[in-house]
Structures are given as C-alpha cells and as structure tokens.
C-alpha cells in the first residue's frame, strides 16, 4: 500500500507565497518522478511542476514563480509558490511513479489534492 499526504495551501493574497508539501509512505522500492498536478474550475488538469530522476519540468505558466525541491532519503516533495496570481487558484495534487518491487515497473499514485486559493 502506497500512499501521499499532502498539506499546505489554503487562502492567500495575490503576490503572496505557499508552500505544498507531499511525503509518499508505504511499501516502496524506488521513486523514479514526483511532482503537482493542478485543475481549476471547468479547467483540464495541467502539469505544475515535477522531478524525474533528478530532472526537473514546470509548466510555462509558473516558469520563475514556482520552485520544486525533492528530498530523496525523506521520499517528499515541495513546492514553493511565489508571486500567486489569481489564474493559480486550483486543486493541487501531488503524484510520484513509485515501484514497489525491485521490478523496475512504475505505477502512478496520487494524493488527495490541496485547494490553493489566490484572492484578495
């Protein structure tokens, strides 16, 4: 049984800052991706940021704004969001591919997702 557990989020000011944080626990081998996801209202899903093996991706919109960081020995992620803007309210979620054997074979699991609310 795997499992991720995010927490922060929550109501903040346009240009403020938050800080989401992912720890994945359970029956894991090795973590080779974790990153966040978001969706907003009537929005498709979209990649926010995300650390594959030791690489990492944002998406164009947070580019300069939003920092991943990954703690391999903790198995967590965070990320630091910076300069909100009200375009970044959203659900955030955390994933990770995550094998539970040393397979080799990735299965992508999910946290329950965090809403980030950017309003003044």
Do not use: H
Request: hydrophobic share 30%.
């Amino acid at each position: 049984q795997v499992r991720l557990v995010e927490s922060g989020g929550g109501l903040v000011q346009p240009g403020g800052s938050v800080r989401l944080s992912c720890a994945a626990s359970g029956s894991i081998f090795s973590i080779n991706t974790m990153g966040w996801y978001r969706q907003a209202p009537g929005k498709e899903r979209e990649l926010v940021a995300e650390v594959i093996s030791g690489n990492t991706n944002y998406g164009d919109s947070v580019k300069g704004r939003f920092t991943i960081s990954r703690d391999y020995a903790k198995n967590t992620v965070a990320l630091e969001m910076n300069s909100l803007k009200p375009e970044d309210t959203a659900v955030y979620s955390c994933y990770a591919r995550i094998s539970t054997t040393a397979s080799s074979y990735y299965m992508a699991y999910w946290g329950q997702g965090t809403q980030v609310t950017v309003s003044s």
